[in-house]
């Protein structure tokens, strides 16, 4: 590639629901990101735009927008993975309320979140010896496959299921249960599994995958979602879930 | 009805409906060859006990599996939701089912 | 214009499984209330079937057998990923389903014809 020669053109949603796209012509260079890019646009030729960042590494979740039709983090995005004519179109997230520009309101997201019991329930305190958790059983494994997502709503906004019901709690909020209803430490895994299984929960997925394919962290949660309807099942039939 | 509960009956009928429906495909395969003609048909199935199992069992579970799929398809694609879906849901497996049993008997009574 | 974030196979088979659930819970009435009207006689059931005996019904039928291979392969895709432990390449089945609906699909049609 011809670093510092060639131009990309980058069309930039501006606006809120109503708005519209703006180009700009961003120099290209060697190993850029996107969020290199939506970064040179704000510093150099539009001072307004909105956006979210934080850790530009991949850790915290916060610069995901829609690149060329995907959901994508953007701080591990390259421009010349997404864009090979030169040409990127940026939106906010799907699925999500929009503030301005490019950042969306996450709350929703957050709140399903809370609606799956995705928190943590400890039987111990502090003052106990450590839990001694074995790595090997296949509950900890299945916990370990879903543990290391970064919440950053990438499949939120992939998944159609959440586009056409807005009770759906979603991809990333089932896959935290399903690490919880594995989690042995967990004082109310019955209680994840039941917040899991009620309406707009994992019963929703119609497995279309869109998720798995998007995930940037590389978790399975169609998977996980499945491992809940199957959990569910035999808790209905034993007589724990309504 | 809960979701899980709902979740049951689909996957449950499905794995009833699954063999069933490769026994119905292979017999449409089979006896399309000539043309249908109802002597042709109704020489098979009436009086047949077997025949009066494998199709009233055939109509139940789909007039169970049908309603449930079409639910989650309304509630996706339309803003139809609350108790008159469901009450129009089990309005139309019984319809369904009312249907199917006439049409079982209809081939099947000697 | 297909959302890019949908192109992929296992939206594709959910499209499959979901037109083809809706055209043939559509079409059971019909199929049920013709059937039915052997209880008038078997003439009436004859009368029907040489109506059917038409082109277009032909092509209709040869539709509806297409779809419920496809809705019984789609469907058996969605058990195999909720009940059986996960694999990679499970793309395959789609491939599967597929070309099992075009077997079938075309075996009606030489048979018919």
């Given at each position: ?11 930039v ?11 700009y ?8 990101t996107?969020?290199?890019v ?25 610069c995901?927008?829609t ?14 993975k997404?864009?090979?004519d030169?040409?990127?179109r ?11 520009d ?11 979140w ?10 111990a305190?502090?003052h ?6 074995s790595?090997?059983?296949p509950?900890?494994?299945a916990?370990?496959?879903g ?8 499949c ?17 909020a ?32 119609h ?12 978790i399975?949660?169609?998977?996980g979602?499945?491992g ?15 | ?14 794995l009833?409906l ?10 449409i ?16 199935t ?10 009233g ?18 509630h ?7 108790r ?18 006439r ?8 | 214009?297909?959302r890019?974030?949908?192109?992929h196979p ?18 059971l ?15 009436a ?12 019904f ?10 419920l ?33 075009v ?11």
């Open positions: 590639m011809d670093a510092g020669h060639a131009s990309l053109s980058v069309e949603w501006r606006g809120r629901d109503s708005g519209a796209f703006e180009t012509a961003v120099p290209q260079r060697a190993n850029q996107v969020l290199d939506v970064t040179w646009i704000q510093r150099h030729a539009a001072p307004a735009l909105a956006y979210r960042f934080a850790c530009r590494v991949g850790v915290c979740g916060s995901a927008m690149v060329n039709g995907r959901p994508r983090w953007t701080c591990r995005t390259h421009v010349s997404v864009a090979s030169g040409r990127l940026i939106e906010p997230l799907r699925n999500l309320p929009r503030i301005k490019l950042a969306v309101d996450l709350t929703p997201f957050f709140e399903k809370q609606r799956a019991q995705g928190r943590f329930t400890p039987t305190s502090r106990d010896p450590l839990a001694p958790v790595p090997e059983t509950a900890r494994r916990a370990d496959a543990i290391e997502c970064i919440n950053c709503a990438v939120y906004a992939a998944c159609d299921v959440v586009a056409w019901d807005d009770g759906y709690l979603g991809p990333a089932l896959n935290r249960a399903w690490t919880l209803v594995n989690d042995e430490r967990d004082g109310d895994r019955r209680g994840v599994l039941r917040a899991a299984s009620a309406a707009g929960g994992c019963h929703s997925c497995s279309h995958g869109s998720c798995v394919e998007h995930c940037p962290v590389g399975n949660p169609t998977a979602i499945a809940l309807k199957r959990q569910s099942l035999i808790d209905l039939l034993g007589g724990a879930l309504p | 009805m809960t979701p899980a509960r709902l979740f049951l009956a689909q996957r449950l009928t499905a009833i699954a063999p069933l429906v490769l026994v119905h495909l292979a017999l395969l089979f006896a399309v060859e000539g043309g249908l003609s109802a002597a042709e048909i109704l020489a098979r009436r009086g047949s006990v077997g025949w009066a199992a494998f199709y069992l055939f109509v139940l579970v789909a007039a169970i599996h049908a309603p449930i799929g079409l639910r989650n398809v309304v996706e694609h339309t803003g139809w939701r609350g008159s879906l469901e009450v129009a849901m089990v309005a139309l497996g019984l319809l369904l089912a009312g249907l199917g049993a049409a079982v008997i209809a081939v099947v009574a000697p | 214009m297909i890019p974030s949908r192109n296992g939206f594709w088979a959910f499209v499959a499984h979901r037109v083809s659930g809706v055209a043939l819970a559509l079409f009435p019909l199929h049920f209330l013709a059937l039915g009207l052997a209880l008038e006689s078997a003439d059931l004859d009368r029907m079937l040489a109506v059917a005996d038409s082109p277009a032909k092509v209709a039928e040869w539709g509806l057998v297409t779809l291979t496809i809705h019984l392969g789609a469907g058996l895709r969605v058990m195999v990923l909720e009940f059986l432990p996960w694999r990679d390449g499970r793309k395959g089945l789609i491939g599967l389903g597929a070309i099992a609906a077997v079938v699909g075309t075996i009606f049609l030489l048979r018919v014809g």
